[in-house]
Protein backbone atom coordinates (compact mmCIF):
# COMPACT_ATOMS: atom_id res chain seq x y z
CA UNK A 1 0.00 0.00 0.00
CA UNK A 2 1.36 3.66 -1.29
CA UNK A 3 0.87 6.13 1.99
CA UNK A 4 2.25 9.55 1.69
CA UNK A 5 2.32 12.00 4.80
CA UNK A 6 3.05 16.03 4.87
CA UNK A 7 4.61 17.97 7.66
CA UNK A 8 5.41 21.38 8.47
CA UNK A 9 4.64 24.29 10.35
CA UNK A 10 0.93 25.09 10.58
CA UNK A 11 2.06 29.01 10.36
CA UNK A 12 4.46 30.91 8.71
CA UNK A 13 5.31 34.75 9.05
CA UNK A 14 5.71 36.58 5.87
CA UNK A 15 9.02 36.50 4.40
CA UNK A 16 9.88 33.29 6.46
CA UNK A 17 11.21 30.05 4.41
CA UNK A 18 8.37 26.91 4.75
CA UNK A 19 9.97 23.56 5.00
CA UNK A 20 7.73 20.63 4.20
CA UNK A 21 8.65 17.23 4.10
CA UNK A 22 6.79 14.08 2.65
CA UNK A 23 7.09 10.77 4.10
CA UNK A 24 6.38 8.21 2.00
CA UNK A 25 6.11 4.25 2.15
CA UNK A 26 5.01 1.55 -0.44
CA UNK A 27 7.35 1.96 -2.99
CA UNK A 28 11.15 3.31 -3.34
CA UNK A 29 12.56 6.75 -5.12
CA UNK A 30 15.45 4.85 -6.01
CA UNK A 31 13.10 2.73 -8.52
CA UNK A 32 13.49 4.16 -11.94
CA UNK A 33 10.34 6.16 -13.10
CA UNK A 34 9.61 6.91 -10.09
CA UNK A 35 8.94 10.53 -8.94
CA UNK A 36 7.30 12.67 -6.11
CA UNK A 37 5.42 16.25 -6.73
CA UNK A 38 4.33 19.26 -4.68
CA UNK A 39 1.01 20.47 -5.48
CA UNK A 40 -0.71 23.52 -3.21
CA UNK A 41 -4.45 24.28 -3.32
CA UNK A 42 -5.17 27.71 -1.68
CA UNK A 43 -8.70 27.95 0.14
CA UNK A 44 -11.36 27.49 -2.44
CA UNK A 45 -9.47 27.55 -5.32
CA UNK A 46 -7.78 25.32 -8.11
CA UNK A 47 -4.72 22.89 -7.47
CA UNK A 48 -1.10 24.42 -8.80
CA UNK A 49 1.71 22.25 -9.68
CA UNK A 50 5.19 23.36 -7.59
CA UNK A 51 7.80 20.61 -8.40
CA UNK A 52 8.31 17.56 -8.93
CA UNK A 53 11.85 15.35 -8.12
CA UNK A 54 12.90 12.09 -10.09
CA UNK A 55 14.49 8.90 -8.91
CA UNK A 56 17.52 10.05 -10.96
CA UNK A 57 17.71 13.21 -8.81
CA UNK A 58 16.01 15.64 -12.03
CA UNK A 59 14.45 18.60 -10.32
CA UNK A 60 11.65 20.20 -12.30
CA UNK A 61 9.97 23.54 -11.00
CA UNK A 62 6.77 25.52 -12.07
CA UNK A 63 7.96 28.52 -13.56
CA UNK A 64 6.30 31.41 -12.19
CA UNK A 65 7.71 30.33 -8.75
CA UNK A 66 10.90 29.16 -9.74
CA UNK A 67 13.19 31.07 -7.69
CA UNK A 68 11.46 30.35 -4.28
CA UNK A 69 11.75 26.63 -4.33
CA UNK A 70 14.10 23.67 -3.91
CA UNK A 71 13.23 20.29 -3.53
CA UNK A 72 15.21 17.75 -2.65
CA UNK A 73 15.35 13.89 -1.75
CA UNK A 74 16.79 11.34 1.26
CA UNK A 75 16.26 7.91 0.23
CA UNK A 76 17.63 6.16 3.39
CA UNK A 77 14.32 7.89 4.93
CA UNK A 78 11.93 7.64 2.17
CA UNK A 79 11.54 11.93 2.21
CA UNK A 80 10.92 14.89 -0.02
CA UNK A 81 11.13 17.89 1.13
CA UNK A 82 10.13 20.94 -0.40
CA UNK A 83 10.95 24.88 0.89
CA UNK A 84 9.57 27.65 -0.37
CA UNK A 85 10.88 31.51 0.45
CA UNK A 86 9.60 35.02 1.26
CA UNK A 87 6.53 33.60 2.41
CA UNK A 88 2.98 35.90 1.47
CA UNK A 89 -0.37 35.76 2.77
CA UNK A 90 -1.01 34.58 -1.15
CA UNK A 91 0.87 31.33 -0.27
CA UNK A 92 -2.08 30.60 2.05
CA UNK A 93 -2.70 26.97 0.79
CA UNK A 94 -3.29 22.95 1.49
CA UNK A 95 -0.10 21.63 0.30
CA UNK A 96 0.32 18.00 -1.01
CA UNK A 97 2.92 15.64 -1.90
CA UNK A 98 1.93 12.88 -4.65
CA UNK A 99 3.78 9.92 -5.98
CA UNK A 100 4.00 10.67 -9.58
CA UNK A 101 4.55 7.68 -11.95
CA UNK A 102 4.13 7.22 -15.96
CA UNK A 103 5.32 5.64 -19.25
CA UNK A 104 6.03 8.61 -20.51
CA UNK A 105 7.47 12.09 -19.02
CA UNK A 106 4.46 13.80 -20.98
CA UNK A 107 2.31 11.20 -18.82
CA UNK A 108 3.06 11.33 -15.87
CA UNK A 109 0.24 11.20 -13.05
CA UNK A 110 0.00 11.69 -9.57
CA UNK A 111 -1.37 9.08 -7.56
CA UNK A 112 -2.03 8.71 -4.66
CA UNK A 113 -1.78 12.06 -2.50
CA UNK A 114 -1.18 12.58 0.78
CA UNK A 115 -3.89 13.95 2.89
CA UNK A 116 -2.41 17.28 2.58
CA UNK A 117 -1.16 20.50 5.14
CA UNK A 118 -2.81 23.86 5.75
CA UNK A 119 0.17 26.44 5.72
CA UNK A 120 -1.27 29.97 6.36
CA UNK A 121 0.84 33.18 6.00
CA UNK A 122 0.00 35.96 8.72
CA UNK A 123 2.14 38.18 10.97
CA UNK B 1 2.17 30.11 -20.46
CA UNK B 2 0.05 26.73 -21.11
CA UNK B 3 -3.85 27.05 -19.97
CA UNK B 4 -6.44 24.74 -19.56
CA UNK B 5 -9.95 25.79 -19.45
CA UNK B 6 -13.00 24.02 -17.52
CA UNK B 7 -16.53 24.87 -17.19
CA UNK B 8 -16.68 26.72 -13.20
CA UNK B 9 -19.73 24.32 -12.81
CA UNK B 10 -22.81 21.69 -13.95
CA UNK B 11 -25.28 19.76 -13.12
CA UNK B 12 -26.67 16.49 -13.56
CA UNK B 13 -29.92 14.89 -12.33
CA UNK B 14 -29.14 11.05 -10.62
CA UNK B 15 -28.73 8.51 -13.59
CA UNK B 16 -28.12 10.87 -16.32
CA UNK B 17 -24.37 11.55 -18.23
CA UNK B 18 -22.21 14.20 -17.02
CA UNK B 19 -19.64 15.19 -19.39
CA UNK B 20 -16.94 17.55 -18.36
CA UNK B 21 -14.68 19.17 -20.53
CA UNK B 22 -11.16 20.72 -20.44
CA UNK B 23 -9.90 22.87 -23.22
CA UNK B 24 -6.36 23.88 -24.28
CA UNK B 25 -4.39 24.58 -27.31
CA UNK B 26 -3.74 21.12 -29.14
CA UNK B 27 -4.37 19.57 -26.16
CA UNK B 28 -5.01 16.06 -28.28
CA UNK B 29 -1.86 16.15 -28.84
CA UNK B 30 -0.45 16.14 -24.97
CA UNK B 31 -1.80 13.21 -22.78
CA UNK B 32 -4.59 13.98 -20.07
CA UNK B 33 -5.60 13.30 -16.82
CA UNK B 34 -8.72 13.54 -14.21
CA UNK B 35 -8.76 13.89 -10.87
CA UNK B 36 -11.80 13.97 -8.60
CA UNK B 37 -11.74 15.74 -5.06
CA UNK B 38 -14.62 15.74 -2.69
CA UNK B 39 -15.09 18.12 0.11
CA UNK B 40 -12.29 18.11 2.73
CA UNK B 41 -10.70 14.79 0.91
CA UNK B 42 -7.41 14.91 -1.06
CA UNK B 43 -7.73 14.62 -4.97
CA UNK B 44 -8.10 11.24 -6.19
CA UNK B 45 -6.88 9.85 -9.44
CA UNK B 46 -10.11 8.61 -11.96
CA UNK B 47 -8.50 9.43 -15.58
CA UNK B 48 -4.79 8.49 -16.57
CA UNK B 49 -3.27 9.06 -20.03
CA UNK B 50 -6.62 10.35 -21.85
CA UNK B 51 -8.47 6.74 -21.16
CA UNK B 52 -7.52 4.75 -18.49
CA UNK B 53 -8.65 3.76 -15.47
CA UNK B 54 -7.21 2.75 -12.37
CA UNK B 55 -7.95 0.43 -10.27
CA UNK B 56 -10.61 0.65 -7.85
CA UNK B 57 -12.21 3.26 -10.37
CA UNK B 58 -16.01 2.07 -11.53
CA UNK B 59 -16.47 1.68 -15.08
CA UNK B 60 -18.95 4.86 -15.03
CA UNK B 61 -16.09 6.84 -15.49
CA UNK B 62 -14.36 7.25 -18.78
CA UNK B 63 -12.49 9.69 -20.79
CA UNK B 64 -11.13 10.81 -24.40
CA UNK B 65 -9.00 13.49 -26.19
CA UNK B 66 -8.68 15.11 -29.10
CA UNK B 67 -8.37 18.24 -31.08
CA UNK B 68 -8.25 21.46 -28.32
CA UNK B 69 -10.43 19.21 -26.03
CA UNK B 70 -10.17 16.31 -23.60
CA UNK B 71 -13.53 15.16 -21.74
CA UNK B 72 -14.63 13.16 -18.97
CA UNK B 73 -18.27 11.55 -18.87
CA UNK B 74 -19.55 10.14 -16.03
CA UNK B 75 -22.23 7.93 -17.32
CA UNK B 76 -25.10 7.06 -15.06
CA UNK B 77 -23.84 9.53 -12.20
CA UNK B 78 -24.47 8.65 -8.44
CA UNK B 79 -24.60 11.27 -5.67
CA UNK B 80 -21.34 10.21 -4.82
CA UNK B 81 -19.96 11.35 -8.09
CA UNK B 82 -20.63 15.29 -6.46
CA UNK B 83 -17.42 16.47 -6.06
CA UNK B 84 -14.78 18.83 -7.84
CA UNK B 85 -12.93 17.71 -11.46
CA UNK B 86 -9.78 18.71 -12.50
CA UNK B 87 -7.70 18.03 -15.66
CA UNK B 88 -4.03 18.37 -15.74
CA UNK B 89 -1.83 17.93 -18.26
CA UNK B 90 1.94 18.43 -18.87
CA UNK B 91 3.63 20.89 -20.92
CA UNK B 92 7.58 21.77 -21.16
CA UNK B 93 7.98 19.72 -18.12
CA UNK B 94 4.99 21.30 -16.34
CA UNK B 95 2.14 19.93 -14.79
CA UNK B 96 -0.68 22.39 -15.54
CA UNK B 97 -4.17 22.15 -14.00
CA UNK B 98 -7.40 23.17 -14.68
CA UNK B 99 -9.47 25.76 -12.66
CA UNK B 100 -11.61 22.76 -11.99
CA UNK B 101 -15.86 21.96 -12.65
CA UNK B 102 -17.95 21.27 -9.41
CA UNK B 103 -20.18 18.77 -10.57
CA UNK B 104 -23.26 18.89 -8.95
CA UNK B 105 -25.90 15.69 -8.71
CA UNK B 106 -29.90 17.45 -8.75
Known amino acids: QVTLRESGPALVRPTQTLTLTCTFS??????????VSWIRQPPGKALEWLAR???????YYNTSLKTRLTISKDTSKNQVVLTMTNMEPVDTATYYC???????????????WGQGTLVTVSS | SYELTQPPSMSVSPGQTASITCSGD??????ACWYQQKPGQSPVLVIY???KRPSGIPERFSGSNSGNTATLTISGTQAMDEADYYC?????????FGGGTRLTIL
Open chain 1, 98 to 112: ARTTGLLAAALRFDP
Open chain 1, 26 to 35: GFSLTTSGMC
Open chain 1, 53 to 59: IDWDDDK
Open chain 2, 26 to 31: KLGDKY
Open chain 2, 49 to 51: QDT
Open chain 2, 88 to 96: QAWDSSSAI
